[in-house]
Nanobody, 112 residues
């Protein structure tokens, strides 16, 4: 059974940084594609970043150059480093694994 638990959300001022973590069990990050999504109320979930089993990464245009997805294969933790945050980055952030496995989400609020 796959279990994904996000942490690291919070309130930050524009231009600030946060690092989200996703502790995974029941799945091996080093061989599976993993995702970070975000969702604003009333809108569909948006794919933010992807990392493949071999470590190839892709990003949404809106976060390219500011966000970095990575993983610790020893600890089996997925990360999302978010720098130069903007108010429009405010959302609930979810990590996701193949076959419809989702975490519970963590709120990120960017506000002065």
């Amino acid at each position: 059974q796959v279990r994904l638990v996000e942490s690291g959300g919070g309130v930050v001022q524009p231009g600030g940084s946060l690092r989200l973590s996703c502790a995974a069990s029941g799945i091996i990050l080093g061989v599976n594609v993993m995702y970070w999504y975000r969702q604003v109320p009333g809108k569909p979930r948006e794919l933010v970043a992807t990392i493949t089993g071999i470590g190839h990464t892709t990003y949404a245009d809106s976060v390219k150059g500011r966000f970095t997805i990575s993983r610790d294969v020893t600890e089996n933790i997925l990360y999302l480093q978010m720098d130069n945050l903007k108010p429009e980055d405010t959302a609930v952030y979810y990590c996701a694994a193949p076959r419809g496995n989702w975490g519970q989400g963590t709120q990120v609020t960017v506000s002065s």
